[in-house]
């Protein structure tokens, strides 16, 4: 039995994003968008939660991301949900849970850097991230 991995999030970047490249030149973007949740608790005080989460993009979508995304940008992001797991340099295992983006759109005008970005209304051209397996040499 199959089951489904699908994570749809709206958040704005908490940092630039950064890109580096695969030995094998395939470019992986990471950054972090954070998400907030807003309720009134029973004795009537506003409370606010916000949950960050890592994203990893590759390909042609990683290098857009690269180019056009800044902190504080509101973004669209579409993937599935990944853990890894590596040894660190003192030898204890460590774990990381991310989001692997197969769309982002980018929802509102950014910084300088921003400008000729697609919009909303101008979605990122289709392109599906590439099927990364685990002995790929991830740079981070």
Sequence with gaps: MS??????????????????????????????????????????????????????VWGKIAELCSQYLTKGRQVFVEGRLQTRQWE???????FTTEVVAATVQFLDKGGDKSAGAPMMDEPLPEISAPDVSADEDIPF
Aim: aromatic fraction near 6%.
């Design 3 to 56: 089951g489904v991995n699908k994570v749809i999030l709206v958040g704005r970047l908490g940092a630039d994003p950064e890109i580096r490249y695969t030995q094998q030149g395939v470019a992986v973007t990471n950054f972090n968008i954070a998400t907030s949740e807003n309720w009134v608790d029973k004795s009537g005080q506003k409370q606010e939660r916000t949950e960050w989460h890592r994203i990893v």
């Design 88 to 94: 660190d340099k003192e030898g204890h295992k460590r």
